[in-house]
């Protein structure tokens, strides 16, 4: 067990730990500074006492998750990380893989709940503004090979002014080559339908669209307020039945899935964007929340496109970002 103070040394240098930060099933995030320098991090740690706790197969899998977020960071360039967090070290610790990570000010969820308790939530052309940056950033994942399959607010880190996003933990990834059907991974609160409800099997058929839903929630989320309802719901029945809410939550639906978007879910959406643009915002919203991945944009410059034409018809709407 590590505590405050404790020194953690990896490949370029050492890591005086300060606080914690938060954590998961397996790891924890200390914020931590160098001790050479003083350059702040979050340093990413197995937990060990978990570890040690959990049965074999639980163990692989954490450090297969662990290990997929070191592979996905070591390989980017540095002209990819605009929207990526940056990794700053890498190594072990007490025979266990560790990260230290750029730090950043707080988490998109923090960032909102501070907004909105001050009357000041993002406008619907900040929404655009911040769903483009995250689309670059799922356009690297993607680039690279893998898909994210966790995209929600916490997994988003922001700068001090909240002028830029970068995505953050990824223990979820999955090589976009292997197309088989998975075990259960993600959020139920931010997932597509295709990765909440298993197949006659019990698994899931994921690809790149799934993250594409996840940004379509997103967006809902951060014009309209308030969670998208087929998220909610999805969320609800696994916090009360686990991987069985997924069959509980279509008995209630007479065997069908929930709508993802509801009709006056569209109309929130619409009358939250700025006069002239809900169109467009509207459209692109529908085809991020198909509820089948082939009614979801194919690829990260389709979606931009999609943007821009949104976009466009926002009044003081902030300029849009490649996702090249």
């Not at 996003?165 to 991974?185: C, E, I, M, P, S």
Request: charged share 20%; proline share 6%; net charge neutral.
């Amino acid at each position: 067990m590590v505590e405050a103070g404790d020194i953690i040394t990896l490949t370029a240098g050492s890591w005086r730990l300060q606080a914690p930060l938060g954590g998961s099933s397996y790891g924890e995030v200390w914020r931590a500074a160098s001790v050479l320098d003083g350059t702040p991090a979050a340093v990413k740690l197995v937990n060990r006492a978990q570890m040690d706790l959990a049965p074999p197969q639980q163990r692989a899998a954490w450090r297969a998750a662990f290990d997929a977020e070191l592979a996905f960071l070591r390989a980017l360039q540095p002209w990819d990380q605009r929207h990526i967090v940056r990794l700053l070290d890498s190594g072990t610790h007490d025979g266990q893989p560790a990260l230290a990570l750029e730090l950043l000010d707080e988490d998109l969820a923090s960032h909102l709940a501070r907004r909105r308790a001050r009357d000041a939530g993002p406008g619907c052309a900040q929404a655009l503004a911040w769903t483009a940056q995250v689309n670059a950033a799922l356009a690297k994942v993607h680039q690279y090979g893998w898909r994210y399959l966790d995209l929600k607010p916490t997994n988003l880190l922001v700068d001090a002014d909240g002028a830029t996003l970068k995505l953050a933990d990824f223990g979820t990834n999955r090589a976009l080559q292997d197309a088989a059907a998975h075990a259960y991974a993600g959020t139920a609160a931010w997932q597509a339908p295709e990765q909440f409800f298993p197949d006659a099997a019990g698994h899931y058929r994921t690809d790149a669209r799934s993250d594409y839903f996840a940004l379509g929630a997103l967006l809902y989320s951060m014009v309209a307020g308030v969670p998208l309802r087929f998220c909610a719901a999805c969320a609800d029945a696994y916090r009360t039945h686990g991987p069985a809410g997924a069959a509980a939550l279509r008995a209630r639906h007479g065997g069908a899935l929930p709508p993802t978007l509801a009709p006056d879910e569209a109309a929130r959406f619409a009358a939250h964007a700025a006069a002239g643009g809900h169109g467009a915002a509207l459209a692109l919203l529908r085809t991020l929340l198909a509820p089948r991945p082939e009614g979801r944009p194919r690829h990260a410059l389709e979606i931009s496109r999609l943007l821009a034409r949104a976009a466009a018809g926002i009044d003081g709407a902030a300029p849009m970002r490649s996702a090249a």
